[in-house]
């Protein structure tokens, strides 16, 4: 049966567990609901994240023709399986007596039970790790860039491996915090400077441009490069596990939809914008962390700094998923100390050891960000809809599934094997 995991609320045996879920890194627990303008911010802060800053040189190696349809599919993807999840979750709430689903998680245990509740809970754990471990190397390769680019150097440690342990004990003190309440002004300050430096940046790419045109700009680069680049644009939409939260808090739930397609449409015109200027900006030339082609300045390295600044106080944020799914698990939903220092011990370690950015990125776009944004929804979708739809509905499913399925395992394969080849 397809809802063999669902009882009527008065029952206690397979009810959705009370227990916590995951919730969304930036908007906590919300005590309103919200207007259409906040949800359309609140989208844009969910999904926009430290991706972007790797267009530029996925740009340069599919070609920037290639870049741009590939981002555009990208978001017209990502916004049609975000919705799957929304009408999923509303078809399961709309028979009468079942439980509030909250979450992602939440969804996975309604239609899979066990088994769909782990599935969504490691990816979410890999995902979001995946995400700080991104930050965490671009803050060190661009604190080294700015303050090391002639000494190599530092206290007898590599300079990137210097920064990640310079700031190591301050994260373990950010990440004790057990409530992202007291984080929510810093998080508002990160995301105002990262939206300001991002604008410095495309402003320094046309003036470079005009000054500088590059000449032999690729716009094709070949299907060899396909899988790369794919693994990038996924990466940059990085914010499915938390539309549920986002469509629970709208206030006027009709028009979600709308307002969801508005937000990924600016944001599109926003990364191909910031992918096209930046690599017609510097060409060949372009380096796989955009702001590192600026070259030195005052202006340069405050909108550097503002960055790091932006992803150093984002990380616990972003971290906080972690440790709901760590603590509901292992510790009984109770606060663990311990768990969060390990766990960040753990991300620090992985970030020494990737040597690229861009390539990392992909690698996670590749791997964790097609299953959760794409089989999986795709898969839950199929599975709610099965006896209602018709044929061409479910064969679109299918399609989502298995596409996204061939492209997590043969992108993480071709991932790996770019980061392989840049350490030989």
Avoid at 299 to 312: K, W
Wanted: glycine fraction near 10%; hydrophobic fraction near 50%; charged fraction near 15%.
């Amino acid at each position: 049966m397809v809802f063999m995991v669902f009882e009527k609320a008065g029952s206690s045996t397979d009810a959705l567990p009370p227990l916590p879920r995951e919730e969304t890194p930036l908007l906590g627990k919300a005590t309103q609901l919200s207007s259409q303008s906040k949800t359309f911010a609140n989208v844009f802060i969910a999904i926009v994240g430290a991706g972007v800053l790797g267009l530029p040189y996925t740009f340069k190696k599919t070609g920037w023709v290639f870049g741009v349809l590939m981002i555009l599919a990208v978001s017209l993807s990502t916004y049609h399986c975000m919705m799957l999840l929304v009408y999923t979750r509303r078809k399961l709430e709309s028979k009468q007596g079942f439980s509030k689903i909250n979450s992602f998680g939440d969804l996975g245990y309604s239609v899979c039970g066990s088994f769909g509740r782990i599935a969504v809970d490691v990816m979410i754990v890999l995902s979001q790790a995946g995400f700080c471990v991104s930050y965490l190397m671009f803050i060190a390769n661009t604190m080294a860039y700015v303050f090391n680019s002639s000494v190599p150097t530092v206290l007898g440690l590599r300079a990137k491996a210097f920064y990640i342990w310079a700031g190591f004990p301050f994260q373990l003190g950010l990440n004790s915090i057990p409530t992202l309440t007291h984080l929510a002004p810093i998080s508002i300050f990160a995301d105002v400077v990262d939206i300001g430096a991002m604008g410095i940046v495309m402003v320094e790419d046309v003036v470079m441009f005009t000054k500088h045109q590059q000449p032999n700009l690729l716009a094709f680069g070949g299907l060899n490069v396909l899988l790369y680049g794919l693994g990038v644009a996924i990466y940059a939409y990085e914010g499915v596990g938390v539309v549920l939260p986002l469509e629970s808090e709208a206030r006027d739930k009709e028009k979600f939809g709308r307002v969801l397609g508005l937000s990924m449409i600016f944001i599109s015109l926003m990364y191909i914008l910031f992918g096209v200027l930046g690599y017609f900006a510097f060409g060949d030339e372009t380096k796989d962390i955009i702001t590192t082609n600026l070259g030195y300045g005052l202006l340069s390295n405050l909108v550097q700094l503002g960055l790091c600044i932006n992803l150093y106080f984002t990380f616990p944020l972003m971290m906080n998923p972690v440790y709901e799914v760590f603590e509901r698990r292992f510790f009984e939903g109770r606060y663990c100390v311990w768990q969060r220092w390990l766990v960040v011990l753990l991300v620090s370690l992985v970030a020494l050891s990737i040597p690229n950015f861009a390539d990392f990125l992909s690698l996670v776009g590749s791997s964790v960000c097609v299953l959760l944004g794409f089989v999986l929804p795709s898969l839950f979708h199929l599975i709610v809809f099965k006896e209602e739809r018709g044929y061409r509905g479910l064969l679109l499913d299918a399609v989502i599934l298995i596409v996204g399925l061939i492209i997590a395992i043969s992108g993480t394969w071709s991932s790996v094997m770019q980061i392989f080849a840049v350490r030989t």
